[in-house]
């Protein structure tokens, strides 16, 4: 870090605060990911050792938020595609060693909340989405295990898909 004294980063971090708080949860509906979001920021501009009394620090410190959220925006839109993929990658993938333990809680959750809207599926909608994803069956061969149409299985499969999508895209 630069040789400011601490009451200038508090002066700062306090007078940067709330504009960049509401920058953040502008653009995310969770307050608890917002304030770990600018929590992370600051930590990235202070262990880069940034001036903070430089003219350009409060513009670099939003950069690093808007960059953060993308982050967050990716992450979110590859644990959404693999959960709706159903593959059993899923869980190497989202709770990986080199991953953030943050970011693992909220995959967890994610996942809870994805299983309890699996579980409250009608059963033939949730039995023809499990061989499908969980167990990797073609159409016809569901259609031949629970003995009911083509046409039945596939709309049993996109309603279980819609369902996720609408749990998936109400998740902060």
């Keep these: 870090m630069s ?3 601490n009451n200038e980063d508090q002066y700062f971090i306090d007078a940067s605060n709330v504009g960049l708080l509401r920058f953040v949860q502008s653009r995310i509906d969770d307050k608890e990911e917002a304030h770990s979001i600018l ?3 600051y930590l990235k501009f202070f262990k880069a050792g940034y001036d903070s009394q430089s003219a350009s620090a409060r513009p670099l410190l939003f950069t690093i938020a808007k960059n953060l ?12 595609e693999l959960l709706l993929s159903g593959t059993e990658e899923y869980s190497e993938n989202v709770f990986s060693q080199e ?3 943050v970011d693992d809680l909220h995959s967890a959750r994610q996942l809870k909340k994805v ?3 699996i579980e409250r599926m009608p ?6 989405f499990r061989l499908s994803r969980f167990d990797g069956l073609k159409n016809r061969e569901i259609s ?10 596939e709309k049993h499969l996109a309603a279980a898909l819609k369902d996720l999508r609408s749990v998936l895209e109400s998740w902060p």
């Design 123 to 128: 059963l033939k909608r949730q039995q023809v």
């Design 99 to 101: 991953s953030d333990p």
């Design 69 to 80: 959220l993308k982050d967050h925006y990716r992450k979110q839109q590859r644990t959404n």
């Design 144 to 153: 031949m295990e629970l003995t009911i149409s083509m046409s039945m299985v």
């Design 3 to 5: 040789g400011n004294t």
């Design 39 to 41: 929590q992370e920021a």
């Design 115 to 117: 299983i309890r809207a």
